[in-house]
């Protein structure tokens, strides 16, 4: 069963607005991983933060990580038609390597 | 192009037929993972193997599949008896297994239907 929940399902935005992503899990981590998945490209790394970390950018993508919370969140600025796709959070479990996905966020931008 | 590969892209086939997947990983990544995802759903885990030792199976991993990994390179997942419930996509990653840090890199996927 997948260990995370990301929140909300589905998001429809406009070309240009920020989309914003929620991830939560129940067990500690060492590090948290973002993903996104369109049919042209499969599935990508876009982002990993480590637990002692609060808050990580990339271009237009920032993640934030709450450990007291166990949650994390994946915003996308300035979006594109381009950025339609479903994200994922994912987190190694205990020292195995193997990733642990949320069911993920399907995310539409409308140009 | 030097990504992860698997082959076929699609695979179509009737209940009770064995199936074989392959995946090629990127040449100097020792792991080797597989995930099944259904549709609407984030990937689930399956196995992986460190160099040619298969480290872990998920209880997904039923009697039906067996995957192997025989020179620590290209990995096969087979799939005996295929059931509908077998349909899924099939993805294959790699990674440099130097830490849990680790990037894993995905493959495009086999995407089975079973009829």
């Known amino acids: 069963s997948q260990q995370g929940e990301e929140d909300p399902q589905a998001l429809s935005i406009q070309e240009g607005e920020n989309a914003t992503m929620n991830c939560s899990y129940k067990t500690s981590i060492n590090n948290l991983q973002w993903y996104r998945q369109n049919s042209g490209r499969g599935l990508v790394h876009l982002i990993l933060?480590?637990?002692?970390?609060r808050e990580k950018h990339s271009g237009r993508l920032r993640v934030t990580l709450d450990t007291s919370k166990k949650s994390s969140s994946l915003l996308i600025t300035a979006s594109r038609a381009a950025d339609t796709a479903s994200y994922f959070c994912?987190?190694?479990?205990?020292?195995?390597?193997?990733?642990?996905f949320g069911q993920g966020t399907e995310l539409s931008v409308k140009p | 192009d030097t990504g992860v590969s698997q082959d076929p892209r699609h695979k179509i086939t009737k209940r009770g037929q064995n199936v074989t997947f392959r995946c090629d990983p990127i040449?100097?990544?020792?792991?080797l993972y597989w995930y099944r995802q259904t549709l609407g759903q984030g990937p689930e885990f399956l196995t992986y193997f460190q160099n040619e030792a298969q480290l872990e199976k998920s209880r997904l991993l039923s009697d039906r599949f067996s995957a192997e990994r025989p020179k620590g390179s290209f990995s096969t997942l087979e799939i005996q008896r295929t059931e509908q419930g077998d349909s899924a996509m099939y993805l294959c990653?790699?990674?440099?297994?130097?830490?849990?840090?680790?990037?894993?890199?995905f493959g495009p996927g086999t995407r089975l239907l079973v009829l």
């Open positions: 933060i480590r637990s002692n970390e």
């Open positions: 990653a790699s990674g440099d297994g130097t830490s849990v840090v680790e990037t894993q890199y």
């Open positions: 994912a987190r190694v479990y205990n020292q195995g390597g193997k990733l642990i």
């Open positions: 040449s100097e990544h020792n792991r």
